[in-house]
T-cell receptor
Framework: SQTIHQWPATLVQPVGSPLSLECTVEGTSNPNLYWYRQAAGRGLQLLFYSVGIGQISSEVPQNLSASRPQDRQFILSSKKLLLSDSGFYLC????????????FGPGTRLLVL | GENVEQHPSTLSVQEGDSAVIKCTYS??????FPWYKQELGKGPQLIID?????GEKKDQRIAVTLNKTAKHFSLHITETQPEDSAVYFCAASKVSGSQGNLIFGKGTKLSVKP
C-alpha cells in the first residue's frame, strides 16, 4: 500500500530564516505531487505541483519554491521566511495518469515568529 | 478558472440527525468531485468521491449527489455520530490524463452534539 510522509511535524522559525520541508511517498512510482498551504480556519491553497522529476509548476507567486530531486520526494523551501508564511503545509500525491484521487500527508505546522 | 463555493461554513446537529453540506462549481467541464474530512491537526482524508457520469454514490452512512445541470453537489451524512465532528471540504477538478488540479471549497465545520 501507499504511504506519504512529511517532516518535520512542527516547526517554529524566526522571520528571515530559511525553510526546508520534505515530503516522500512510498509504494508508488511516478506520482503527481502537490504542496498546499492551509491558513488557520481557512481552505487549502495549492502552491506547487509536479508531474515528474525536476518538473515544477507554481500556482501562486511568493517567496516559496519547490523542488523534486527524486521521483517520490518533494521539497518546499524558502530562503527568507515571512510572518505570513505561517500555516499548515500539506503534501499530497496522485497516481499520475491512472486515477484522479489525491491523498494527503499528515502535514507540517509552521509558525514564523 | 474554476471556483467552488461551499455552504454552510459551520453546522451543528444532534447525534442521530442528518447533516447536509452543499457545494457549487463554476466550470461545467469539471468531471471529478471528491469530499475530504479533516480532523484537528491532521491532513484531509478522502471519504467519498463522484465522477460526472454518475448522479449519486453511497457508502454506508455517507452519500454524495451531483447535479451537473445546476453545477452543484452535496454530501449527506445520516445517523450522525460524535466522531463525525470535523471540517469537511468539497473539491472539483477537470481531470484529463495527468492534468487536473483540485479546487477546494472553504470548508464546513461540523459539530455533532451527543
Amino acid at each position: 500500500s501507499q504511504t506519504i510522509h512529511q517532516w518535520p511535524a512542527t516547526l517554529v522559525q524566526p522571520v528571515g530564516s530559511p525553510l526546508s520541508l520534505e515530503c516522500t511517498v512510498e509504494g508508488t512510482s511516478n506520482p503527481n505531487l502537490y504542496w498546499y498551504r492551509q491558513a488557520a480556519g481557512r481552505g487549502l491553497q495549492l502552491l506547487f505541483y509536479s508531474v515528474g522529476i525536476g518538473q515544477i509548476s507554481s500556482e501562486v507567486p511568493q517567496n516559496l519554491s519547490a523542488s523534486r530531486p527524486q521521483d517520490r520526494q518533494f521539497i518546499l523551501s524558502s530562503k527568507k521566511l515571512l510572518l505570513s508564511d505561517s500555516g499548515f503545509y500539506l503534501c499530497a500525491w496522485r497516481a499520475g495518469l491512472v486515477l484522479e484521487t489525491q491523498y494527503f500527508g499528515p502535514g507540517t505546522r509552521l509558525l514564523v515568529l | 478558472g474554476e471556483n467552488v463555493e461551499q455552504h454552510p461554513s459551520t453546522l451543528s446537529v444532534q447525534e442521530g440527525d442528518s447533516a447536509v453540506i452543499k457545494c457549487t462549481y463554476s466550470d461545467s467541464a469539471s468531471n471529478y468531485f471528491p469530499w475530504y474530512k479533516q480532523e484537528l491537526g491532521k491532513g484531509p482524508q478522502l471519504i467519498i468521491d463522484i465522477r460526472s457520469n454518475v448522479g449519486e454514490k453511497k457508502d454506508q452512512r455517507i452519500a454524495v449527489t451531483l447535479n451537473k445541470t445546476a453545477k452543484h453537489f452535496s454530501l449527506h451524512i445520516t445517523e450522525t455520530q460524535p466522531e463525525d465532528s470535523a471540517v469537511y471540504f468539497c473539491a472539483a477538478s477537470k481531470v484529463s490524463g495527468s492534468q487536473g488540479n483540485l479546487i477546494f471549497g472553504k470548508g464546513t465545520k461540523l459539530s455533532v452534539k451527543p
